[in-house]
């Protein structure tokens, strides 16, 4: 399946001096009651019903990062890994368009506590996660990069990271990570 990868119906906007916030104009409560009605079916065990209404809720709403994000899980689900793995690269794609040349990655942020922020959150965790078992190089930059927009990290992408640091043989990245989180009490950052 060929997606839509332009950025038209979604808006990076600025809240406040640092931090960011994504907008979807079109997304209302009806189509979120589809998509809660396309997970309950995931977890009745329904894929075959389920991908369907994902994939037409991407289809009717290209901006619908959740829907990508749950149909490429379905389809790990069931092992086609393949359609998966295309989701996830054109969210990628989704994701190198959307910003506005004013984002700055190195200084802003997107808020995790910000809920339409969390969309594109899950689905590029989601992306990370896919990249780490293919390669731990495109995984780590993909962490740096939430690290660095949600630096209070609500995912966990910490102790990916260590993981992807861990695998490219830089002990001491995993030293400086543990460092940023001093306090945490993650087992893998301890």
Known sequence: ??????????????????EWEFEFPRLDSRVYEVLGSAIDEVEEGDLSKATADFQLLIQ????????????AMAYDQVGEHNE?????????????????????????????????????????HGWGLELFNINALGAIKVF?????????????????AVGCYFELGKPEKVISLCNRYRNNTMEQII
């Open 1 to 18: 399946m060929k997606y839509n990868t332009s950025t038209d119906l979604i808006r990076v906007v600025q809240v406040s001096k640092n």
């Open 60 to 71: 009717g709403f290209p901006e619908f990062l959740n829907a990508y994000h749950n149909l």
């Open 84 to 124: 998966a793995r295309e989701l996830w690269h054109a969210v990628d794609e989704i994701r190198k368009n959307a910003f506005p040349d004013a984002f700055k990655r190195s200084r802003h942020r997107l808020p995790w506590v910000i809920l339409e922020n969390r969309q594109f959150l899950r689905v590029y």
């Open 144 to 160: 740096r990069e939430m690290l660095s927009m949600n630096p209070n990290d609500n995912q966990g992408i910490r102790a990916l």
